[in-house]
């Protein structure tokens, strides 16, 4: 069977998506996402896409795609399939296509199985004590801050801090280094929007020079001063798998130390931040989980099915086929829509209510060959914070609603005001 163009049964006009496209890159949208989300699915699990393709809003539809073998990322391959698309040779889109999120079996299987179990339970016991002592001295500053101005930015402070400071330890990363890594992490990601403006891959395209010269100078001293470390251990690992090819072992290492670096960073800032938000934004919320320290970790969960930190991923069929219903050519691209699939009441029940003994499911860390890397650091990270930040500050509460970047992919707040 080969699919084409129409969805079976549906009249929709591929540019009614549009409007609820720009609202959701509004500020409007941004803060309040529920109600877009609504709309889509409205539409239909499967939705089509103004530029071809279609969006999946449906929670079984997106879980589907995630886990199953026939979907896959957009690869070099598939890229170079497309006609007349000159995105696919920017610079910063073709660094990030190397890398694992872009990768598909054997390529994908042959690196994801050489990583192994980064974090194990024997490395998170490991870094747990340094991640409790990067804590207490963030919140030591928030505390600062706090006494000295009667409020503080919880995000910049300690949001964004925390991630760079977790993953730049763990692999010997100098500390003066983190603010340049954070500032080229923010401006690479516009690389890996929907669909970034022409000034937008610009600033990605220097951002990426930037990131190729700090990681490729990283991995040059680290292999001429190896210490006890896990990049020296990566160092020759690689150079044993390349004996004879230096510049292969020096490309693999850095894509992985790039990667796994940068794909720490906003996501798991994103989830530290938003975890403040929900739970001090209501005062009985925060006594209670503060009382029930035993439910810090189903309200990390909820916080990630609420408003997840991706809220979009890209697959394309890799033979003809049909998902929930509608017919999917070879090589069309979907739109996993992770926030409507984890609100999608057939699955979570009053989707909208914040309920941390809710139980429920999400698919925000993805699922089958490319569930996320770093979904136990990310939860540990999210865990030691809340739990030493309800005890210090039980009366802690947020000024006003977060403000976020203009985003449709990749979510980040940029700010959120407190006070105690």
């Not at 999946?56 to 589907?64: I, N, S």
């Not at 990667?259 to 403040?276: K, P, Y």
């Not at 309200?299 to 809220?311: G, N, W």
């Not at 699939?341 to 979570?348: E, G, Q, W």
Request: glycine residues 8%; aromatic residues 8%; proline residues 6%.
């Amino acid at each position: 069977m080969t699919a084409v163009g129409v969805i079976r049964g549906t009249t929709i006009d591929r540019r009614a998506v549009m409007p609820l496209l720009r609202r959701l890159r509004s500020d409007e949208g941004q803060a309040d996402p529920f109600s877009v989300w609504d709309e889509l699915r409205a539409l239909g699990e499967v939705v089509p896409a103004p530029w071809g393709g279609y969006f999946v809003t449906g929670f079984e539809a997106c879980d589907q795609i995630l886990r199953g073998r026939d979907w896959l990322v957009p690869d070099f391959a598939w890229q170079e399939r497309r006609s007349g698309m000159t995105r696919w040779q920017d610079p910063a889109t073709r660094e990030m296509t190397r890398t694992l999120s872009r990768l598909n079996p054997p390529t994908h299987t042959f690196q994801r199985r050489a990583l192994g179990n980064l974090f194990d339970r024997g490395t998170l016991d490991v870094m747990q004590p340094q991640i409790t002592s990067h804590v207490t001295g963030l919140l030591d500053r928030l505390g600062l801050l706090l006494r000295a101005h009667g409020e503080a930015d919880f995000a910049t402070t300690v949001g964004d801090r925390l991630p760079i400071q977790t993953v730049g330890h763990w692999l010997g990363i100098p500390a003066e280094h983190y603010p340049h890594i954070l500032d080229f992490t923010h401006r690479q990601v516009h690389a890996q929007e929907l669909s970034p403006t022409r000034s937008e891959l610009g600033i990605s395209a220097q951002a990426t020079l930037e990131m190729r010269d700090f990681f490729t100078g990283l991995v040059a001293h680290r292999r001429a001063h190896p210490g006890d470390d896990v990049l020296t251990g990566w160092i020759r690992y690689w150079d044993a798998q390349y004996p004879d090819d230096r510049a292969a072992a020096d490309q693999m290492l850095y894509d992985l130390t790039m990667f796994i670096t940068i794909a720490s960073l906003e996501t798991t800032a994103t989830l530290l931040t938003n975890a403040v938000w929900f739970v001090t934004q209501d005062p009985a919320r925060a006594d209670w989980l503060r009382r029930h320290p035993e439910h810090v970790d189903d309200a990390i969960d909820e916080v990630l099915r609420y408003d997840p930190p991706i809220h979009l991923n890209s697959r394309f069929a890799a033979e003809d086929t049909v998902l929930a219903g509608v017919p999917i050519a070879k090589d069309t691209t979907v739109h996993v829509l992770y926030g409507a699939a984890n609100h999608d009441p057939r699955r979570n029940p009053n989707p909208h209510v914040f309920d941390i003994r809710r139980k429920g499911g999400h698919l925000t860390f993805g699922g089958g060959a490319h569930y996320c890397l770093g979904t136990a650091l990310a939860r540990m990270e999210a865990r030691l914070l809340l739990t030493q930040l309800l005890d210090r500050f039980p009366t802690l509460r947020p000024v006003a609603g977060p403000t976020y970047a203009n985003r449709m992919v990749f979510r980040r707040i940029t700010s959120l005001r407190v006070t105690r």
